[in-house]
């Protein structure tokens, strides 16, 4: 298997990890509409539990897609889907730390547009894999026992 694909994987992986918190987190938010932490030590709680897998699986994307972007810069061409991927990664993890900044100030209010903004960055990851995928697929056996030979 080509180390790109494996990257793809690697980053697919988490991704779902990522997506997969989020869909806990959306489904708990639903079944618990009533809860409100009232203290620092409640949220704390809250977030170390219900939000931990969302934080698992942006730290496992920032670092996937970090390790792509840096086995591919030392294998060129360089292409633009791990770069783009990567900046997604980072939009994402940045959403989701001023997301746990506004919960720990206790404050509800700016939590939806902090997530919007980490899920944003989550659909430029998924875009840039899935352009990338596009065009691995569009290759031709010939195209790359072509670029084997060279």
């Known amino acids: 298997m080509s180390r790109r694909k494996t990257a793809r994987i690697l980053i697919g992986t988490a991704f779902g990890v990522q997506l997969a918190g989020l869909i806990v987190d959306i489904v708990w938010h639903a079944l618990h509409s009533d809860f409100a932490a009232a203290t620092?030590?409640?949220?704390?709680?809250?977030?170390?539990?219900?939000?931990?897998?969302?934080?698992?699986?942006?730290?496992?994307?920032?670092?996937?897609?970090a390790w792509a972007l840096i086995d591919q810069a030392r294998r060129p061409p360089i292409g633009a889907?791990?770069?783009?991927?990567?900046v997604g990664a980072l939009i994402s993890a940045a959403g989701e730390a001023w997301h746990a900044f506004m919960h720990l100030q206790?404050?509800?209010?700016?939590?939806?547009?902090?997530?919007?903004t980490s899920f944003v960055g989550l659909l430029i990851v998924a875009a840039a894999m899935w352009a990338s995928g596009r065009r691995d697929r569009r290759r031709t056996p010939a195209d790359v026992d072509q670029r084997r030979a060279a």
Do not use: R
């Open 81 to 86: 889907a791990f770069p783009v991927a990567f």
């Open 106 to 116: 206790l404050d509800t209010h700016g939590g939806p547009i902090a997530a919007a």
């Open 40 to 65: 620092t030590e409640q949220m704390l709680v809250h977030l170390g539990t219900v939000h931990m897998p969302i934080y698992v699986g942006v730290v496992c994307v920032v670092l996937t897609t």
